[in-house]
Protein backbone atom coordinates (compact mmCIF):
# COMPACT_ATOMS: atom_id res chain seq x y z
CA UNK A 1 0.00 0.00 0.00
CA UNK A 2 1.94 3.26 -1.00
CA UNK A 3 1.77 6.29 1.02
CA UNK A 4 0.76 10.22 0.16
CA UNK A 5 4.56 10.64 0.64
CA UNK A 6 5.56 7.60 -1.88
CA UNK A 7 2.66 8.98 -4.01
CA UNK A 8 4.16 12.41 -4.40
CA UNK A 9 6.13 13.38 -7.37
CA UNK A 10 8.82 16.15 -7.64
CA UNK A 11 7.83 18.86 -9.52
CA UNK A 12 9.35 21.48 -11.36
CA UNK A 13 10.93 24.50 -9.26
CA UNK A 14 11.58 21.57 -6.78
CA UNK A 15 15.03 20.93 -4.96
CA UNK A 16 15.63 17.68 -5.94
CA UNK A 17 15.03 15.04 -3.00
CA UNK A 18 18.28 14.21 -1.78
CA UNK A 19 19.87 10.61 -0.94
CA UNK A 20 22.35 8.43 -0.67
CA UNK A 21 22.24 5.12 -2.68
CA UNK A 22 24.93 2.33 -3.78
CA UNK A 23 25.65 2.70 -7.27
CA UNK A 24 28.23 1.58 -9.60
CA UNK A 25 30.94 3.89 -8.31
CA UNK A 26 30.10 2.82 -4.82
CA UNK A 27 27.72 4.55 -2.30
CA UNK A 28 26.99 8.60 -4.21
CA UNK A 29 24.97 11.51 -2.26
CA UNK A 30 23.00 13.25 -4.62
CA UNK A 31 23.93 16.64 -2.96
CA UNK A 32 28.00 16.14 -3.50
CA UNK A 33 27.43 14.45 -7.02
CA UNK A 34 25.47 17.77 -7.98
CA UNK A 35 27.75 20.53 -6.17
CA UNK A 36 28.54 22.73 -8.84
CA UNK A 37 27.08 21.00 -12.16
CA UNK A 38 23.76 20.23 -13.61
CA UNK A 39 22.67 16.65 -13.36
CA UNK A 40 20.92 14.30 -15.93
CA UNK A 41 19.04 11.69 -13.38
CA UNK A 42 17.56 9.19 -15.63
CA UNK A 43 15.80 5.79 -14.51
CA UNK A 44 15.26 2.50 -17.16
CA UNK A 45 13.44 -0.50 -16.56
CA UNK A 46 15.64 -3.16 -16.28
CA UNK A 47 19.25 -3.65 -17.55
CA UNK A 48 20.16 -6.32 -20.43
CA UNK A 49 16.98 -5.65 -21.84
CA UNK A 50 17.10 -3.98 -25.21
CA UNK A 51 15.65 -0.69 -25.72
CA UNK A 52 17.56 0.39 -22.21
CA UNK A 53 20.48 -0.63 -23.71
CA UNK A 54 20.24 1.50 -26.63
CA UNK A 55 19.60 4.29 -24.43
CA UNK A 56 22.14 3.80 -22.00
CA UNK A 57 24.79 3.73 -24.31
CA UNK A 58 23.56 6.32 -26.32
CA UNK A 59 24.34 8.62 -23.06
CA UNK A 60 27.86 7.09 -22.77
CA UNK A 61 28.49 7.36 -26.70
CA UNK A 62 27.60 11.29 -25.83
CA UNK A 63 29.74 11.74 -22.62
CA UNK A 64 31.59 14.59 -24.26
CA UNK A 65 28.67 16.16 -25.35
CA UNK A 66 27.31 16.49 -21.41
CA UNK A 67 30.49 17.22 -19.95
CA UNK A 68 31.16 20.27 -22.22
CA UNK A 69 27.56 21.64 -21.10
CA UNK A 70 29.14 20.59 -17.56
CA UNK A 71 26.71 17.95 -17.07
CA UNK A 72 27.31 14.64 -14.82
CA UNK A 73 24.80 11.68 -15.79
CA UNK A 74 23.39 9.22 -12.96
CA UNK A 75 21.21 6.26 -13.85
CA UNK A 76 19.21 4.28 -11.75
CA UNK A 77 16.84 0.72 -11.72
CA UNK A 78 15.44 -1.90 -9.46
CA UNK A 79 18.59 -4.08 -10.04
CA UNK A 80 21.95 -5.03 -8.17
CA UNK A 81 24.88 -3.21 -8.42
CA UNK A 82 26.37 -7.00 -9.05
CA UNK A 83 23.96 -6.60 -12.69
CA UNK A 84 24.69 -3.60 -13.49
CA UNK A 85 28.38 -4.07 -13.12
CA UNK A 86 27.87 -7.17 -15.69
CA UNK A 87 25.43 -5.25 -17.68
CA UNK A 88 28.25 -2.70 -18.08
CA UNK A 89 30.91 -5.14 -19.32
CA UNK A 90 28.58 -7.01 -21.59
CA UNK A 91 27.73 -3.44 -23.47
CA UNK A 92 31.30 -2.36 -23.65
CA UNK A 93 32.63 -6.03 -25.36
CA UNK A 94 29.22 -6.33 -27.62
CA UNK A 95 29.11 -2.50 -28.36
CA UNK A 96 32.63 -1.39 -27.70
CA UNK A 97 30.70 1.65 -25.71
CA UNK A 98 31.69 2.11 -21.86
CA UNK A 99 28.68 3.15 -19.49
CA UNK A 100 31.18 4.90 -16.91
CA UNK A 101 28.69 7.18 -15.23
CA UNK A 102 27.40 6.03 -12.02
CA UNK A 103 24.15 3.65 -12.33
CA UNK A 104 22.31 3.47 -8.87
CA UNK A 105 21.17 -0.09 -7.93
CA UNK A 106 18.21 0.94 -5.93
CA UNK A 107 16.42 -2.61 -4.71
CA UNK A 108 14.72 -1.26 -2.03
CA UNK A 109 12.85 1.51 -4.30
CA UNK A 110 13.48 4.34 -2.13
CA UNK A 111 15.36 6.26 -4.86
CA UNK A 112 12.33 5.57 -7.12
CA UNK A 113 9.52 6.43 -5.04
CA UNK A 114 11.10 9.76 -3.91
CA UNK A 115 11.48 10.63 -7.37
CA UNK A 116 7.82 9.97 -8.46
CA UNK A 117 9.49 6.95 -11.34
CA UNK A 118 7.38 3.99 -9.80
CA UNK A 119 4.26 3.98 -11.94
CA UNK A 120 1.78 0.90 -10.47
CA UNK A 121 -0.26 0.81 -13.82
CA UNK A 122 2.81 0.32 -16.27
CA UNK A 123 5.04 -1.85 -14.05
CA UNK A 124 4.58 -2.52 -9.93
CA UNK A 125 8.95 -4.00 -9.94
CA UNK A 126 10.21 -1.99 -12.49
CA UNK A 127 10.91 2.11 -13.30
CA UNK A 128 9.38 4.21 -16.14
CA UNK A 129 11.99 6.09 -18.03
CA UNK A 130 11.70 9.10 -15.90
CA UNK A 131 14.74 11.89 -16.73
CA UNK A 132 14.94 14.59 -14.07
CA UNK A 133 17.00 17.79 -15.00
CA UNK A 134 18.71 18.84 -11.82
CA UNK A 135 20.53 22.50 -12.16
CA UNK A 136 23.96 23.50 -10.59
CA UNK A 137 21.39 24.99 -7.50
CA UNK A 138 19.97 21.40 -6.88
CA UNK A 139 16.71 23.23 -8.41
CA UNK A 140 14.55 20.19 -10.47
CA UNK A 141 14.71 22.35 -13.92
CA UNK A 142 12.53 20.02 -16.35
CA UNK A 143 11.04 16.29 -16.13
CA UNK A 144 10.40 13.56 -18.81
CA UNK A 145 8.14 10.37 -18.23
CA UNK A 146 8.15 7.32 -21.22
CA UNK A 147 6.66 4.51 -20.46
CA UNK A 148 8.40 0.90 -20.74
CA UNK A 149 8.28 0.34 -24.50
CA UNK A 150 9.37 3.72 -25.55
CA UNK A 151 12.98 4.62 -26.01
CA UNK A 152 13.85 8.58 -25.60
CA UNK A 153 15.09 11.06 -27.79
CA UNK A 154 18.85 11.88 -27.09
CA UNK A 155 18.67 14.78 -29.58
CA UNK A 156 15.94 16.29 -27.40
CA UNK A 157 17.60 15.43 -23.70
CA UNK A 158 20.80 17.16 -25.12
CA UNK A 159 18.16 20.27 -27.13
CA UNK A 160 16.50 20.78 -23.62
CA UNK A 161 19.31 21.02 -21.78
CA UNK A 162 20.63 23.62 -23.89
CA UNK A 163 17.68 25.21 -23.91
CA UNK A 164 17.58 25.40 -20.19
CA UNK A 165 21.34 26.55 -20.01
CA UNK A 166 20.53 29.19 -22.47
CA UNK A 167 17.75 30.85 -20.77
CA UNK A 168 19.55 31.17 -17.57
CA UNK A 169 22.47 32.37 -19.41
CA UNK A 170 20.62 34.94 -21.41
CA UNK A 171 17.30 35.65 -19.47
CA UNK A 172 15.21 34.97 -22.51
CA UNK A 173 12.91 32.09 -23.35
CA UNK A 174 12.98 29.51 -26.37
CA UNK A 175 10.27 28.84 -29.16
CA UNK A 176 8.68 25.66 -30.25
CA UNK A 177 11.52 23.35 -32.04
CA UNK A 178 14.22 26.20 -30.82
CA UNK A 179 17.70 25.01 -31.25
CA UNK A 180 21.00 26.54 -30.61
CA UNK A 181 21.92 29.16 -32.67
CA UNK A 182 18.28 30.09 -33.57
CA UNK A 183 16.40 33.44 -32.47
CA UNK A 184 15.08 33.13 -28.79
CA UNK A 185 12.38 35.22 -27.35
CA UNK A 186 12.84 38.81 -25.29
CA UNK A 187 10.93 38.20 -22.22
CA UNK A 188 7.56 40.48 -22.81
CA UNK A 189 7.67 44.26 -21.23
CA UNK A 190 6.79 44.52 -17.35
CA UNK A 191 6.28 48.23 -17.95
CA UNK A 192 4.81 50.63 -19.84
CA UNK A 193 7.94 52.30 -20.58
CA UNK A 194 9.59 49.29 -21.79
CA UNK A 195 6.38 48.44 -23.63
CA UNK A 196 6.99 51.99 -25.82
CA UNK A 197 10.72 51.08 -26.29
CA UNK A 198 9.62 47.73 -28.23
CA UNK A 199 7.33 49.23 -30.10
CA UNK A 200 9.72 51.64 -31.18
CA UNK A 201 12.67 48.96 -31.48
CA UNK A 202 13.38 48.46 -35.23
CA UNK A 203 16.51 45.71 -34.98
CA UNK A 204 14.36 43.13 -33.54
CA UNK A 205 11.86 40.78 -35.19
CA UNK A 206 8.51 42.04 -33.81
CA UNK A 207 5.05 39.95 -34.46
CA UNK A 208 4.02 42.20 -31.97
CA UNK A 209 4.96 44.45 -28.30
CA UNK A 210 4.73 40.94 -26.50
CA UNK A 211 6.41 38.55 -29.37
CA UNK A 212 9.60 39.80 -29.90
CA UNK A 213 12.40 37.32 -31.11
CA UNK A 214 16.42 38.06 -31.35
CA UNK A 215 19.43 36.21 -32.51
CA UNK A 216 21.47 36.03 -29.85
CA UNK A 217 25.03 37.76 -29.51
CA UNK A 218 28.31 34.98 -29.93
CA UNK A 219 29.27 36.54 -25.83
CA UNK A 220 26.00 35.54 -24.46
CA UNK A 221 26.47 31.51 -25.73
CA UNK A 222 30.04 31.81 -24.36
CA UNK A 223 28.81 29.19 -20.96
CA UNK A 224 26.96 26.61 -23.41
C1 LIG B 1 13.49 -2.77 -22.85
O1 LIG B 1 14.34 -1.99 -22.41
O2 LIG B 1 13.60 -3.28 -23.96
C2 LIG B 1 12.27 -3.05 -22.04
C3 LIG B 1 12.35 -3.06 -20.66
C4 LIG B 1 11.21 -3.33 -19.92
C5 LIG B 1 10.02 -3.58 -20.56
C6 LIG B 1 9.94 -3.51 -21.94
C7 LIG B 1 11.08 -3.25 -22.69
Not at 45 to 56: G, I, N, Y
Not at 189 to 217: G, H
Request: proline share 5%; net charge negative.
Amino acid sequence: METNEEKAMPRIGDRAPDFVSNSTIGDLRLSDYNQGSWVIFFSHPADFTPVCTTELSEFAREKEFFSSHHTKLLGLSIDSVHSHLAWVKNVKDNLDVYMDFPILADLDMSVAQKYGMMHPGESETAAVRAVFFIDPQGIIRLIMYYPLNVGRNMEEIKRVLVALQTADDCSCALPVNWSKGEKVIVPPPKTLKEMEQRINDTTSEKVDFYLVKKTLDITEYQKN
